[in-house]
T-cell receptor, first 114, second 110 residues
Framework: EPEVTQTPSHQVTQMGQEVILRCVPI?????FYWYRQILGQKVEFLVS????????KSEIFDDQFSVERPDGSNFTLKIRSTKLEDSAMYFC????????????FGSGTRLTVV | QKEVEQNSGPLSVPEGAIASLNCTYS??????FFWYRQYSGKSPELIMS????GDKEDGRFTAQLNKASQYVSLLIRDSQPSDSATYLC??????????FGKGTKLSVIP
C-alpha cells in the first residue's frame, strides 16, 4: 500500500536553529498538508499546498514557517529560529483530491527543541 | 471558531463488546467527517469516512452521522485488545483543512 514517507523520524535542535522536515507524498496525490501535534494535544492544521502554492494556512503558520516542493516528489517544512514551544510531532499528509478522500498521514517527525 | 469535541475517556470495554465513541462539531458547514485511530507515538490512521446522514458500515466499524444534531459516532463491534488506541474525530467543511478533536482513549480489556 502506498505510503507517505517522512524524514527524519526524530530531530533534536537547539533553540534558535533552523530545521527542515522532509516528506515524500504518495505519487498520484495532489494535495499536501502539514499538521502538528503537541504531546497530549489535538492534531492541529498548519498549512495546505496545491498546485505549487499555499492554499490555506492557520494562525500557527506564521513567518517562522515556510513550505516548499523543490522537485516532483519532496515536500518540505522549514522552521526558522525554532522555539521551545515548537516541540511537537509534525505530520505530513496527502490526498488525491480535495473532495471526500481522507488524508494519508506520514509516520511523523518528532521535533525536540532544547 | 470550528470545534470538534470528544470525551477524552478512557473508555474501557471488555473484549467482544461494542465500543461506542461520540463526537460533536460546531461548524454547520462541515460536509465530511472522518474517524482516525492513533496508537501511542504513531500517526493517525484513517478508519472511516462519512458524508451523509445515517449509518455507514465497514467490517466491525459503523459510523453514524446526524447533521441536525451535529453529532458523529463510531461503533466498534466485537472489540479486540488490538483496538485499544485513541480515536480521533475530524470534520472538513469543503476547505482544505480538517479540524480534529482531542480524541477518545479506548481500552479493550481481555
Amino acid at each position: 500500500e502506498p505510503e507517505v514517507t517522512q524524514t527524519p523520524s526524530h530531530q533534536v535542535t537547539q533553540m534558535g536553529q533552523e530545521v527542515i522536515l522532509r516528506c515524500v507524498p504518495i505519487s498520484n496525490h495532489l494535495y499536501f498538508y502539514w499538521y502538528r501535534q503537541i504531546l497530549g494535544q489535538k492534531v492541529e492544521f498548519l498549512v495546505s499546498f496545491y498546485n505549487n502554492e499555499i492554499s490555506e494556512k492557520s494562525e500557527i503558520f506564521d513567518d517562522q514557517f515556510s513550505v516548499e516542493r523543490p522537485d516532483g516528489s519532496n515536500f518540505t517544512l522549514k522552521i526558522r529560529s525554532t522555539k521551545l514551544e515548537d516541540s511537537a510531532m509534525y505530520f505530513c499528509a496527502s490526498r488525491r483530491d480535495r473532495g471526500q478522500d481522507g488524508y494519508t498521514f506520514g509516520s511523523g517527525t518528532r521535533l525536540t527543541v532544547v | 471558531q470550528k470545534e470538534v469535541e470528544q470525551n477524552s475517556g478512557p473508555l474501557s470495554v471488555p473484549e467482544g463488546a461494542i465500543a461506542s465513541l461520540n463526537c460533536t462539531y460546531s461548524d454547520r458547514g462541515s460536509q465530511s467527517f472522518f474517524w482516525y485511530r492513533q496508537y501511542s507515538g504513531k500517526s493517525p490512521e484513517l478508519i472511516m469516512s462519512i458524508y451523509s446522514n445515517g449509518d455507514k458500515e465497514d467490517g466491525r466499524f459503523t459510523a453514524q452521522l446526524n447533521k441536525a444534531s451535529q453529532y458523529v459516532s463510531l461503533l466498534i463491534r466485537d472489540s479486540q485488545p488490538s483496538d485499544s488506541a485513541t480515536y480521533l474525530c475530524a470534520s472538513g467543511a469543503g476547505s482544505y483543512q480538517l479540524t480534529f478533536g482531542k480524541g477518545t482513549k479506548l481500552s479493550v480489556i481481555p
